[in-house]
């Protein structure tokens, strides 16, 4: 157990729809990171929050969106969802904004299937 | 082009034998990581190095950070089944994106 929480673990929508990912990080952690997994894709990074600010951004689409409150959990939303959306979302956290002394830790992931 | 490329994607081995991943880029970076993914779970950092030439070892597994830090492997001694896993390389690059691998998936047959 890392420590980290996402909820929820399985979501089923359709085409179009809109859906809410949930991540809570270790105590203590100030970083949030957000990852997409899919399987012709790979472990692809999208955002970064750092104390409630946006410290790095990846290969977010548009569509997608994500925000730290001031408690530290962190939400990504996900609109006009799309078939090839579908894939494991994790969250991450950190103690620090980042470099390669800043270990990452990672929830167990949502899978998300868009039918 | 992705790019860290790794290598084989996919190892079937018995318990007992040797293997070497690898982990390529024509891009320098200032540090490398190696992370495990077993099943239906998030990666789990293994090692971290940062200076070329760099070798660590964590019980039977040994890391090398290349000297022109572009490359890096991991050797597995005497794999066992718990060794099975899905095997990530992941880099930072400026602008504090992290980069992950194309992942090697292993087994270890028993």
């Known amino acids: 157990d890392s420590g980290v929480t996402q909820t929820p673990k399985h979501l089923i929508t359709a085409t179009g729809q809109r859906v809410t990912l949930r991540c809570s990080p270790r105590s203590g952690d100030l970083s949030v990171y957000w990852y997409q997994q899919s399987l012709d894709q790979g472990l692809q990074f999208l955002i970064q929050y750092y104390n409630g600010e946006e410290r790095a951004k990846g290969n977010i689409l548009e569509r997608f969106s994500a925000q730290q409150f001031p408690d530290l959990h962190s939400e990504l939303n996900l609109s006009s969802l799309e078939l090839g959306d579908s894939a494991l979302y994790f969250c991450?956290?950190?103690?620090?904004?980042?470099?390669?002394?800043?270990?990452?830790?990672f929830g167990p992931g949502t899978r998300l299937t868009v039918l | 082009t992705q790019l860290l490329e790794q290598s084989p994607q996919f190892l079937s081995i018995q318990e007992g034998e040797n293997l070497t991943v690898y982990c390529n880029s024509s891009?320098?970076?200032?540090?490398l990581q190696w992370y495990r993914q077993e099943p239906g779970e998030g990666p789990v950092l293994l090692v971290t190095v940062v200076t070329g030439g760099e070798v660590k070892k964590l019980k039977r597994l040994t890391f090398q950070f290349g000297d022109a830090r572009k490359d890096s492997s991991l050797h597995i001694t005497a794999a066992q089944p718990g060794d099975t896993g899905l095997y990530l390389c992941a880099a930072l690059r400026p602008g504090n994106q992290f980069y992950f691998g194309t992942g090697t998936s292993l087994t270890v047959i028993p």
């Open positions: 891009s320098v970076f200032s540090s």
């Open positions: 991450a956290s950190s103690v620090e904004s980042g470099g390669p002394r800043d270990t990452q830790y």
